[in-house]
Each structure stands twice: as C-alpha cells, then as structure tokens.
C-alpha cells in the first residue's frame, strides 16, 4: 500500500532561516511525486513534480530533491509569504490517483 | 498555464437540502477528474474518479448516491451533495491531471476549492 509521511507536521521558523520539509514515501513504482502549496481556504498550488532519484528543481526560494525514499523540499532564506501548509503527494504508475501526506504547517515569523 | 475553475468558492445551505459544484478545465481538456474533501488539518480524501463519459469509481467508503458526479463533457465536471447533513461539511476540491507531452511534464491542478457548511 501507498503512503506518504510528511514530517514535521509543523514548523515554525523567524525570516531569514532556512530550514527543510521532508516526505518519506512507499510506492509500487513512483511515476511522479508533487509538492504543493496550500494557503487557508484555498485550493493546493503546484509547485514541483519530481520523476527520479536524483532530480532537483527549484523556483524562488524552494528547491525539492528526490531520493527512492524521500523528498525533501528547502527553503532559503523564508519570508514570511511563505507561510502555508505543504503538501506532499505521490503517483504511482498504476494511474493518475494522488496519495498525499497530511502536510507540513509552515510559519514564517519577521 | 493550465487553470481549472471551481465554484462556489463557499456555500451555506441547510439540512436536506442539494448542492452541486461545478469544476470547470479553462484552457484544456480534461479527461479525468478528481474529487476529494478536506478536513481542517487533515490532508485531502480521494472521494471519487470520473472521466468523461461514463460512471465515477467511488473510494470505498463514498456513498455513490449521495455523491453524485457528472463528467459530461470534457471541460466540466459537478460534484452534487444530496440531502446534506452537518457532517458533510467540508473543503471540496477538484483536481485533473494535465500531461504537457512537449517538456515531458505531468502536471496536477486543483480548483480553487468550496467550503460547504450544512446548518
């Protein structure tokens, strides 16, 4: 059975300091994993999708990795606009379900 | 980028009473759609898989007839509440899948999401 564990179900961090989002994952074969923002009331907002061990992509201030047992999603220097819950999903290559962890509370103090 | 819109955005209704939710693919088809609910601080349900066309594939669990969906065309697919009770007050979402064949990307987008309170 899929699962996915995000850790640590929340964090809370002051401007300026960096810190990561880890995402341990069971897949019978990963076709993708996703990394989403979600704000209060709102929909998740993609950010990354990773294929293989060894990829990274970044945009602004985050930056994912993946492993075959985990992702790790860091954030450089955070501002407090980063502020959200994180979402972690994976996709195995059965179909197009996501099974998603039960995210990460970000807070980013000034 | 690909945008998938959802409404309402919120909805009060009372109990017994239906609401539906529109999703709505702007700017591409979407073959599939995905339905799930969220709970405050819990992460997002599988509630059901349609795909246009033919009949939603329910999560276990899911009362298929109090849930209804509706994928008739490519670019819309309703979530129906029926006969809504407290209970079923929740965060809906809609989610497709979207395969950018040129940069090799699959990409999955969420509507906006409806916050539904039975009173």
Redesign the interface.
Known sequence: EDQVTQSPEALRLQEGESSSLNCSYTVSGLRGLFWYRQDPGKGPEFLFTLYSAGEEKEKERLKATLTKKESFLHITAPKPEDSATYLCAVQANSGYALNFGKGTSLLVTP | GAVVS?HPSWVICKSGTSVKIECRSLDFQAT?M?WYRQFP????M?MA?SNEGSKATYEQGVEKDKFLINHASLTLSTLTVTSAHPEDSS?Y?C?T?YEDESAG?????????T?LTVV
Do not use: H, P, V
């Not at chain 2, 601080?41 to 997002?44: I, Y």
């Open positions: 959802q599939t995905f601080k819990q992460s997002l599988l898989t965060f979402i989610r899948t990307n699959t990409e999955a987008f969420f509507g906006q999401g916050r």
